[in-house]
C-alpha cells in the first residue's frame, strides 16, 4: 500500500491532543476493524513526529459487540455510575479485548522481536474526565493454551496511546465505522454470493443448506 492509498481505506478519526485514532477498512477482506492509533509530537522533524503507533484489529463480532454496547447498551449509564462512585471504578474498563501476533507468525514475516516473544495489543475503553479513554497497549506476549496471545508487560507497555473522548465523538465513531462495515458486507454479498439454483425448503418442513461446498451442512441430522 502506497501513500496515495492510505486515506482511501480511511473510515473516521478522532482526534485528542497530540494523539489520534481512526477506523479503517483495510482488513474488511480478512474480517477485520482496523484501528490505527498514533501519538506524536510536533516538535520532531517532519517525518518523524510518530512517538507511539499501534494498530488493532477486531473481528467483525467483537467490533459489532462493541458498537452495540456503546449505542444501544448502558455503555453510557455504566460510564455515569462510575464516575459517580469513583476510586476503583475509573480504573476498571468498561470494555478490554486482547490480541497481537505469535512469535511464529511475526518470525515468518521478518518482524521477530528481539526477545523472541510474541507482540501483545491491548485495546480498553475506561471512564475519564471527558467521559471515555480509548487506550491501546502492545508490548511483549505469550501464547496460551487456546491461541490467546497475553500481555506480559505487567502494566508497562512499550507502546501506548490513549485518546480523549466525549460519548457523542465516540458514538460517532461506532457509527460511522459500523455503516461502513455493513455497506461493505452488503457489496460483497452482491458480488461473490451465487445462490444455488434450487430451493431449501418447502411447506413439509424438509430443509437443505450447503456449507463448504457441500449440499448439506453439518447439522441436518437434526431436521
Known amino acids: 500500500m502506497d501513500n496515495n492509498d492510505r486515506n482511501q481505506y480511511q473510515i473516521i478519526r478522532k482526534d485528542a491532543k497530540d494523539c489520534f485514532v481512526e477506523a479503517k477498512s483495510d482488513s474488511f477482506p480478512i474480517g477485520k476493524v482496523h484501528l490505527e492509533f498514533v501519538a506524536y509530537d510536533k516538535s520532531r522533524p517532519t517525518g518523524h513526529r510518530y512517538t507511539s503507533h499501534i494498530h488493532i484489529y477486531l473481528d467483525f463480532a467483537e467490533f459489532l459487540g462493541l458498537a ?22 475509573l480504573k476498571t474498563p468498561l470494555f478490554k479485548s486482547q490480541g497481537g501476533t505469535s512469535a511464529t507468525r511475526l518470525r515468518q514475516s521478518g518482524r521477530e522481536r528481539r526477545d523472541g516473544m510474541s507482540e501483545a495489543r ?5 471512564v475519564g474526565n471527558k467521559d471515555y479513554l480509548l487506550c491501546a497497549e502492545s508490548g511483549p506476549g505469550q501464547t496460551n ?30 457509527l460511522v465505522t459500523q455503516a461502513h462495515f455493513t455497506a461493505w ?6 458480488k461473490y ?13 424438509n430443509s437443505r443448506g450447503m456449507e463448504n461446498g457441500n449440499d448439506f451442512a453439518d447439522d441436518t441430522q437434526m431436521f
Open 68 to 89: 452495540h454496547f456503546i449505542l444501544y447498551g448502558d455503555c453510557h449509564s455504566r460510564m455515569a455510575a462510575a464516575k459517580k462512585a469513583g476510586g476503583d471504578a
Open 122 to 126: 491491548c485495546l480498553s475503553l475506561f
Open 145 to 174: 493454551a487456546t491461541g490467546l496471545i497475553v500481555a506480559k508487560y505487567e502494566g508497562r507497555p512499550e507502546q501506548r496511546v490513549t485518546v480523549s473522548l466525549d460519548y457523542v465523538n465516540l458514538n460517532e465513531l461506532m
Open 185 to 190: 458486507l452488503t457489496a460483497w454479498y452482491a
Open 193 to 205: 454470493y451465487k445462490s444455488p439454483n434450487r430451493s431449501y425448503g418447502n411447506a413439509d418442513g
